[in-house]
C-alpha cells in the first residue's frame, strides 16, 4: 500500500485517506521539509502546488478543489482500488493504528449511549482515541462507496 503526505492544504484529504487505511502524514510544514520527508519515509508527497510537485520525483498535483474529486484524482492517478469500508481504516485524527478494543474497556472513555448501543469498538494504539460504528461512520462509508464507484466507472466497468 503506498504511503502518503499530504501538505496544508489537504487536511480533509489527509483524514480520508486514513478511512481508506492509507498511512498518511499531514504535515503543515514549507516545501524543502515536506519534500525530505517524503523522501526519508517513501511517501508520495500530494500537494495542490505544481512547482512543489515538480521539485520530487514521487510527488503528485492535484487539480481538483473538492474533496471528492481530490480522491478520485489520487486513486486514479496511482491505479488504487481501495475497499469502500472502515475495516482497515487508520485513526482520521493521527494516523496511528487501531486494533480492537472489548466493549468493557470502552465503557468510562464513551457517551453513555454509545456504551450500551455500539457493541465494536477500536482503539487508536498512538493518541487512545475509541472508534465506533453508527451513523456517522455509516455516512462515511457511503461517501467512500459513491467515489469508489466513480472509480470503475472510469474504467469502463457495466453501469
Ligand atoms: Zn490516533
Same mark, same amino acid.
Given at each position: #500500500?503506498?504511503? +502518503?503526505? *499530504?501538505?496544508?492544504? %489537504? ?5 480520508? %485517506?486514513?478511512?481508506?487505511? +492509507? ?10 521539509? /515536506?519534500?525530505? %520527508?517524503?523522501?526519508?519515509? !517513501? ?5 495542490? $502546488? @505544481?512547482? /512543489?510537485?515538480?521539485? !520530487? ?30 475495516? $482497515?481504516?487508520?485513526?482520521?485524527? *493521527? ?12 465503557? !468510562?472513555?464513551?457517551?453513555? =449511549? ?6 465494536? +469498538? ?13 451513523? =456517522? ?6 461517501? #467512500?462507496?459513491?467515489? *469508489?464507484?466513480? %472509480?470503475?466507472?472510469?474504467? @469502463?466497468?457495466?453501469?
Amino acid at each position: #500500500m503506498p504511503q +502518503f503526505v *499530504c501538505d496544508a492544504m %489537504l487536511g480533509s484529504l489527509a483524514r480520508w %485517506l486514513r478511512f481508506f487505511g +492509507f498511512d498518511t502524514i499531514f504535515f503543515e510544514g514549507a516545501g524543502r521539509e /515536506l519534500l525530505d %520527508l517524503a523522501r526519508r519515509d !517513501g511517501r508520495w508527497l500530494v500537494t495542490r $502546488n @505544481g512547482a /512543489l510537485a515538480a521539485r !520530487g520525483p514521487r510527488s503528485i498535483c492535484l487539480m481538483s478543489e473538492t474533496l471528492d474529486g481530490q480522491l478520485k484524482e489520487l486513486l486514479t492517478r496511482l491505479d488504487l482500488h481501495p475497499a469502500p469500508d472502515l475495516d $482497515n481504516a487508520r485513526c482520521s485524527a *493521527c494516523n496511528g493504528e487501531l486494533e480492537n478494543l472489548p466493549a468493557s474497556k470502552a465503557i !468510562g472513555h464513551v457517551p453513555p =449511549h454509545v456504551a450500551r448501543t455500539a457493541n465494536h +469498538f477500536r482503539q487508536c494504539q498512538t493518541c487512545g482515541r475509541i472508534y465506533w460504528r453508527g451513523t =456517522h461512520t455509516k455516512r462515511i462509508v457511503e461517501r #467512500m462507496q459513491r467515489i *469508489c464507484a466513480t %472509480l470503475d466507472a472510469g474504467k @469502463g466497468a457495466p453501469a
